[in-house]
């Protein structure tokens, strides 16, 4: 009669091997991870951590869109004005250049614009208050062209008389005077001169070689208004 193994599990022994040791069997847990990958993991983990934290601190902040009142003004400069637009245009149906009370200072002045009826040109001027008569009377003023009759120079009315002895040569000077700064020529409004034909105008030429004074501009008072009236 065969002898049968006890009922229940069994472990079937492994023979003793000469120099070979038996590995203990594996647990029934499962594997644990090695170290070194842990701390990999671990960084990993800190430098994704570190990433998201630099971007979101570096993202642009939320800006509301400016409004009108907000949005940066520039300065755009004005250009200056045409300086012939500020000076008085005296034209044959409005020929107000002054005002009296304007002119009451002897020796005042004014520029202005003189339209010449015959060829349309713009013609500057200069209205000088003299000391002689009223200021409500037309033969107080004197009024004149400051092209110069001859040539392309422009006159100048020159109440600086160091300017008239330095710049002129004119040591004479008591009061202002007229120049014309190509020729030196050296105008005196108090003064008469006497044109062919017997025809005195004012200006009387006290030094230098142009051949007449200024072309005058004639002047009325109206009330309380000065006009231009016409040129020589």
């Known amino acids: 009669m065969t002898d049968q193994p006890p009922s229940g599990r069994f472990k079937t022994e492994m023979p003793d091997v000469p120099g070979v040791s038996v590995a203990d069997e594996p647990s029934s847990t499962s594997e644990g991870t090695h170290p070194a990958v842990k701390v990999v993991i671990g960084l990993l983990t800190v430098l994704l ?3 998201l934290g630099a971007r979101w601190g570096l993202r642009p902040g939320h800006t509301d869109p400016r409004t009108a009142e907000q949005q940066p003004q520039i300065d755009v400069p004005t250009p200056a004005p045409d300086p012939s637009t500020l000076l008085p245009h005296a034209t044959e149906t409005d020929p107000g250049i002054a005002e009296v009370a304007e002119m009451a200072k002897p020796w005042s002045s004014k520029e202005f614009y003189f339209r010449n009826r015959f060829t349309g040109e713009n013609v500057l001027g200069v209205l000088i208050r003299l000391p002689l008569g009223a200021a409500s ?3 107080g003023y004197w009024a004149f062209s400051l092209n110069a009759p001859f040539g392309n120079c422009r006159l100048e009315y020159v109440t600086d008389l160091e300017k008239l002895r330095n710049d002129y040569g004119f040591r004479a000077a008591k009061h202002p005077m007229v120049g014309n700064p190509c020729s030196r020529t050296v ?4 003064k008469m001169s ?4 017997n025809v005195f105008v004012r200006g009387g030429i006290v030094q230098g070689s142009d051949l007449r004074p200024p072309l005058g501009i004639e002047i009325k008072v109206q009330g309380k208004n000065i006009l231009a009236v016409r040129t020589e």
């Open 194 to 197: 006497n044109l062919p034909g």
């Open 187 to 190: 105008f005196d409004p108090l």
């Open 49 to 51: 951590v570190v990433f």
């Open 137 to 139: 009377q037309a033969k």
